[in-house]
């Protein structure tokens, strides 16, 4: 009923940046937040960045400031910019959507996850 489809991740050295995309499609609702995920070997799946259907944002401590999540409500479609790129970002990086179902309950839908290794 909701797909999402990431794309844009890649090997990049440190210092480098990258620039996901996160395309929605199906019932993906009106009173909906969307975001990136990202989740390391051996760790677990952590929250990066959240942006609400009226633009609220939420980023974790470590990456604001060098990354930014945006939207084309247009196009359905979410962004994570990512600057100054670290080796600890490495990480298989997962769009979610969280839509309201209207019957008081929230239903999570995954992207298959996108690829960033930052090495030299």
């Known amino acids: 009923q909701v797909q999402l489809v990431e794309s844009g991740g890649g090997l990049v050295q440190p210092g480098g940046s990258l620039r996901l995309s996160c395309a929605a499609s199906g019932s993906i609702g009106v009173i909906r937040t969307m975001g990136w995920y990202r989740q390391a070997p051996g760790k677990e799946r952590e929250l990066v960045a959240t942006?609400?259907?009226?633009?609220?944002?939420n980023y974790a401590g470590s990456v604001e400031g060098r990354f930014t999540i945006s939207r084309d409500n247009a196009k359905n479609t979410i962004y994570l910019q990512m600057n100054s790129l670290k080796p600890e970002d490495t990480a298989v990086y997962y769009c979610?959507?969280?839509?309201?179902?209207?019957?008081?309950?929230?239903?999570?839908?995954w992207g298959q996850g996108t690829q960033v290794t930052v090495s030299s």
């Open positions: 979610n959507l969280a839509r309201w179902s209207g019957s008081y309950t929230w239903n999570n839908y």
């Open positions: 942006i609400s259907n009226g633009g609220n944002t």
